[in-house]
């Protein structure tokens, strides 16, 4: 096999008071830890876009890393990338990966094309999956880089763009099967508006659900019995856009009938877009029973835009995993780096040390929330806080057996409440976070 990071071997596991760049210091693969081998409890995803296509081309400049893989014809470049991912996963330990269906194929000339071109990309990551026993998490479409989308996909006022992404999106969903991936995700790249002066949101949104039914539809009818994802994002490349956050999204999949077969894929950097904490969006979708996935990364506090950084905030991993704890862990889903290096980490040694980094966070994340939950002070905090629905007039309302005439008669008996408020104690319970983290 070719090798593309001749100079980097295996990163091993060498533990907290290592100080070699090149080596984990908390993510031990074979570890076990909850019962199950570390890698199976995170479920760590490598990005197809970020790792081996960014080049860190942005608005104000071009790439500053060389992602051609020795290749010059599109052809060529897209098998050395399934070879260099394969080798880099291999050298993590990280056992899945993600694509959109342009990351792995570029578009040619006509869609006929295209699919023919993507089928032989496919047929190569099957094999490689078989010879390495790497798998797919999700796969996914890349409906709105082309100009085509300018004005959406599903979204667009033009039927034939509808047309065009339902084709592209079959295909794609046929390429997740084809790779046995558990995962398909909808991240709406511009499916929003602008201006509501040229939108029917009414048409659009119901043009939305349309797509999502004929995708599961097809989907199981070919063999997907894994779960459709949809990955809320506030804002970015349109203005509005409509699966804004998970609770945004949720109402959206009640109303057309969706929820049965779709789940979220929560992103840490669009969380904090929507302006809530990463941990909000995931407990929304675990109380909902739609927790599925997780892209993570990180934004920076002082940018609004979708900066997509490693993450390596301890405390934000930590809840994060906490609630992953309390959902019951991954099923369908793990996380997937939706992360690139910053611009100026332009080596390829820096694909490695940003991924020890963010591997590392999420494994200390994970050991602190398992730490947190066994401890139990924050559970029973929370317990004790609503001991007052297991019993007596909780109790009674809890059960149906209450209605306002009732309640009118207990409050107007009972007289003022002051004496049954307790402290919500909120500086006491972060410093019981402190006292755990720190003390791992
Ligand atoms: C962009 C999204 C995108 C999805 C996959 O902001 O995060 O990368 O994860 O289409
Ligand atoms: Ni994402
Ligand atoms: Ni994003």
């Known amino acids: 096999m070719s090798q593309f990071f001749n100079g980097i071997g295996k990163i091993p596991y060498e533990g907290k008071e290592s100080t070699n760049p090149l080596a984990f210091k908390y993510y031990n693969p074979d570890e076990i830890i909850a019962g199950k081998p570390m890698r199976e409890q995170l479920k760590f995803a490598l990005s197809w876009w970020h790792t081996m296509g960014g080049d860190g081309t942005d608005m104000f400049g071009v790439g500053t890393a060389d992602k051609t893989w020795g290749e010059s014809t599109p052809e060529a470049r897209a098998k050395a990338k399934v070879d260099a991912a394969f080798e880099i996963m291999e050298k993590l330990s990280i056992d899945y990966y993600c694509f959109h269906d342009r990351d792995l194929s570029p578009e040619y000339g006509s869609l006929a094309e295209s699919n023919a071109k993507l089928d032989e990309v496919v047929d190569y990551l099957a094999q490689k999956q078989k010879e390495t026993g790497k798998k797919l998490l999700w796969g996914t479409a890349k409906c709105f880089d082309h100009p085509r989308y300018m004005h959406g996909a599903s979204t667009s006022p033009s039927a034939d763009v509808f047309a065009y992404t339902a084709a592209q999106i079959k295909k794609a969903i046929e390429a997740t099967v084809k790779l046995g991936g558990n995962g398909y995700v909808f991240w709406g790249g511009r499916e929003g508006y602008e201006t509501l002066l040229n939108t029917d949101m009414g048409l659009e949104l119901d043009n939305m659900a349309r797509l999502m039914h004929m995708a599961v539809d097809y989907g199981r009818s070919i063999g997907f019995t894994g779960d459709f994802y949809i990955e ?209």
């Not at 909000?280 to 927790?291: D, I, K, P, S, T």
């Not at 402290?423 to 983290?437: D, W």
């Open 232 to 440: 809320p994002k506030p804002k970015e490349p349109t203005k509005h856009q409509y699966d804004f956050d998970t609770a945004t999204v949720l109402g959206f999949l009640r109303k057309y009938g969706l929820d049965k077969d779709f789940k979220m894929n929560i992103e840490a950097n669009h969380a904090t877009l929507a302006q809530h904490t990463f941990q909000h969006e995931l407990n929304v979708a675990r109380v909902n029973g739609v927790f599925g996935s997780i892209d993570a990364n990180q934004g920076d506090p002082l940018l609004g835009w979708d900066t997509d950084q490693f993450p390596t905030n301890v405390y934000d991993t930590t809840m994060c995993m906490y609630e992953v704890i309390k959902a019951g862990g991954f099923t369908n889903g793990g996380l997937n780096f939706d992360a690139k290096a910053r611009r100026g980490s332009f080596t390829p040694e820096d694909i490695f040390l940003s991924y020890i980094a963010g591997m590392d966070a999420f494994a200390l994340g994970y050991k602190a929330a398992l730490k947190l939950y066994e401890d139990g002070r924050i559970e029973k905090f929370i317990a004790d806080r609503y001991a007052s629905w297991k019993t007596g007039i909780g109790a009674d309302i809890i059960a149906g057996k209450m209605d306002f005439t009732k309640l009118e008669q207990y409050a107007l008996s009972r007289g003022e409440v002051t004496d049954s408020l307790t402290s919500g104690r909120q500086e006491m319970l972060e410093s019981i976070v402190n006292n755990v983290l720190f003390s791992l």
